[in-house]
Structure formats: C-alpha cells, structure tokens
C-alpha cells in the first residue's frame, strides 16, 4: 500500500470513446503527477500540479486534459485517442515539488490498451 | 535533454551475489533517486541522494554519487530473488520534474 490509488487498473477503450483516470493519494501531499510508460521508453513526465494549481504540461496532446479539484485527487481525460496513447499511465505525488529533495509515491497504474 | 541513462539494461545474477547498476545524467541536479518497479507495479522510492553527499546506505542498497562525472551506482548486496526488478535512477529538473532513465532489468536467479 503506497498510499496513492489509482482506479481503473486496466481501461480498454475505442478511438472515438471519452473516458477518464483516476488518482487519490492519502498522504497529505502537496504535489502530483502525471506519468506515461510505454515499453521500452523511460517514464514520460506528462502534469505536475503544486497545491491544485499545474506547474508542467511537458507538450502532452490536447486529447488528454487533466484536472485537480484538490490537493488529494487528480483526473486525466481522455478523448479521441490513438493506438500509440496504449500505455502504463502512472500517478505519483509528493510532500513538495521533487526539487526541494522530496521523494515520490507512485501508484500502481492504469493500463491503458486503444483499439 | 537532462535525460538519465543507466548501464548496463538488463543484469542477470545468482542469489547471494552483488548487483551493481549505473547511472550517468547531463546538467546539475539537487539530488538523484532510485527507484524499483515490479511487473505491473508502480514506482517505489528506494533512496534519495543530495548533490552535497557521496554515499548512502539503507540496508542491503548502498548509493554513490560523483557529481564531476555526473554519475550514480547502486549496489545491492546479497540478492535476494524477490529483488528481481527494474530499477531506475531519476534526476531532477527545473525544480519540478524528475526525470528518469530507461532503468536496469535485474532478474536473481534463485
């Protein structure tokens, strides 16, 4: 138990289709993150968000938009997907932004697979 | 780009030896993490380790960092065959990001 949960754990979905991920983290963190694995790529930084407000959008398409209503809930929609977005989407927070010497906490995932 | 690479990609090792991974990044860092992944797990933080510090330990995982060449090495000593994993280093970036490398697959043959 990490501490941050992510729902669905496994998400198929269409190409037309709109469909949203979901992350809480229940340790008081501050900041928190969006990541896209694919295989044999390093992780890709996609949002960061500091005290609900985004900090980073690492040139991440407008098919996926995120969204923080607070400090303990991040969302990422997605929409008009395509089969390259099939991936390990990961959520991760911190106390502060990984800067100030701060480790993060990382769910288990979505996996993400686009007919 | 600031982006990390570790060395060597994939390790194969038996229970009881010593596994040695590396990691070289780019630019200036704060601090320099590593971290373990588990097939169809998320991330989870091993140890962090400051620019101004050379060593750390936390049990079996011993961390080095030589800032004038810009690299990391983490030693696991005695493996286990529950430490079969990926590992990967993460630097940090313009204060906000981490940035990760492709990682080291270890697999512990019991």
């Known amino acids: 138990e990490t501490g941050v949960t992510q729902t669905p754990r496994h998400l198929v979905m269409g190409m037309t289709n709109k469909k949203s991920l979901k992350c809480e983290q229940h340790l008081g963190h501050n900041a928190m993150y969006w990541y896209k694995q694919s295989a044999k790529k390093p992780l890709e930084l996609m949002f960061v968000?500091?005290?609900?407000?985004?900090?980073e959008n690492n040139s991440v398409p407008s098919r996926f938009s995120p969204e923080c209503p607070n400090s303990s809930h991040l969302f990422l929609h997605l929409h008009t997907l395509q089969p390259e977005d099939s991936a390990l989407y990961l959520c991760?927070?911190?106390?502060?932004?990984?800067?100030?010497?701060?480790?993060?906490?990382f769910g288990d995932g979505t996996r993400l697979s686009i007919l | 780009s600031q982006q990390g690479e570790e060395d060597p990609q994939a390790l194969s090792i038996q229970e009881g030896e010593n596994a040695t991974m590396n990691c070289s990044y780019k630019t200036s860092i704060n601090n320099l993490q590593w971290y373990r992944q588990n097939s169809g797990r998320g991330l989870v933080h091993l140890i962090l380790?400051?620019?101004?510090?050379r060593e750390k330990h936390s049990g079996r995982l011993r961390v080095t960092l030589d800032t004038s060449k810009k690299s990391s090495s983490l030693l696991i000593t005695a493996s286990r065959a529950a430490d079969t994993a990926s590992y990967f280093c993460?630097?940090?970036?313009?204060?906000?990001?981490?940035?990760f490398g492709q990682g080291t697959e270890l697999s512990v043959k019991p």
């Open positions: 380790i400051r620019s101004n510090e």
């Open positions: 991760a927070s911190s106390q502060d932004l990984v800067g100030f010497n701060q480790p993060q906490h």
């Open positions: 968000y500091n005290f609900k407000e985004q900090t």
């Open positions: 993460a630097t940090d970036y313009q204060g906000g990001k981490l940035i």
